[in-house]
């Protein structure tokens, strides 16, 4: 089973930008999509971006389109979210997840592989 570890979170102004990291061990990596989602205090997990085996696909959900990129580097088993104009509204507990496929997917059951979250504080 592979084990997914996220990184890169903090506290930053509104306006900010982060960078989140996934690192991926203990199983395999380039063969599967993967994917960042959010949950925020009292509210469930969403969907945040989702990135395909080979990068050349992604998909984002409506509230972080334009301002959020997800990307990865396969030699080095790391999927990364690059966050840009981050508004309170984005502060949450961010977690990583590897899906059980190739393709990049929006939704939670295809994923089987759950990093522990980081949090992201956007002050306003």
């Known amino acids: 089973q592979v084990q997914v570890v996220e990184s890169g979170g903090g506290l930053v102004q509104a306006g900010g930008s982060l960078r989140l990291s996934c690192a991926a061990s203990?199983?395999?990596?380039?063969?599967?999509?993967m994917g960042w989602f959010r949950q925020a205090p009292g509210k469930r997990r969403e969907f945040v971006a989702t990135?395909?085996?080979?990068?050349?696909?992604?998909t984002y959900a409506d509230s972080v389109q334009g301002r959020f990129t997800i990307s990865r580097d396969n030699a080095k088993h790391t999927v990364y979210l690059q966050m840009n104009s981050l508004k309170p509204e984005d502060t949450a507990v961010y977690y990583c997840?590897?899906?059980?496929?190739?393709?990049?997917?929006?939704?939670?059951?295809?994923?089987?592989?759950w990093g522990q979250g980081t949090q992201v504080t956007v002050s306003s």
């Open positions: 990135i395909d085996w080979s990068g050349g696909s992604t």
């Open positions: 203990g199983g395999s990596f380039s063969g599967y999509a």
């Open positions: 997840a590897r899906s059980k496929f190739g393709t990049a997917g929006t939704l939670e059951q295809v994923y089987n592989s």
